[in-house]
């Protein structure tokens, strides 16, 4: 089994590539954040809740969504080492326990999506600044490194072309 990862800011096209890979007929994930804060807002809460509490929640769907992939391969829109980066610089996570993490749910290929200005747009769930973005890609460009993941940066362009992109590393790897 392949599970790969599209990972970078919030707004640099992962998931508009992953729905064409999910109308492709290809398994894809869901983005677990996205997912949390349309159910917290359709029971009238605040969109998340308290930062480190969001970063556990989703890093517990994170980890049944890579439980319950099922086919060959598998495209998830961000995965366990986001968290884990995420919860670390939290203080939530110590290194030690981030690499046990880490080590337990592996991807087999790594996309970054550089930020990119003219796509990026806020929406319902998506209320950061463009900036923000740009601070989320830097974290994740270092820290899949340092867990020992080779990352490719997917090109900025049209969806269908960075879609054959991916398809195209993969298929050469």
Request: zero cysteines; a negative charge.
């Amino acid at each position: 089994m392949q599970r790969i990862v599209l990972t970078g800011g919030p707004g640099s096209g992962k998931t508009t590539v992953l729905d064409l890979f999910r109308e492709s007929g290809y398994e894809v994930g869901v983005d677990v954040a996205r997912s949390i804060i349309q159910a917290r807002k359709a029971a009238g809460l605040s969109p998340r809740p308290e930062p480190l509490a969001f970063s556990e929640q989703i890093l517990e769907r994170e980890m049944e969504l890579y439980q319950s992939a099922t086919s060959a391969q598998m495209f998830f829109e961000r995965g366990i080492v986001d968290v884990a980066g995420s919860l670390y610089g939290a203080g939530a996570l110590d290194e030690h326990t981030s690499k046990l993490l880490v080590d337990r749910y592996r991807y087999e290929f790594v996309f970054l999506f550089p930020p990119w200005a003219d796509i990026y747009r806020t929406d319902e769930e998506r209320d950061h600044t463009f900036d923000h973005a740009v601070r989320v890609y830097e974290s994740i460009r270092d820290w899949y490194p340092r867990f020992g993941y080779d990352v490719t940066e997917v090109p900025i362009g049209s969806p269908q072309v960075r879609a054959e992109f991916i398809l195209d590393r993969i298929a050469h790897a």
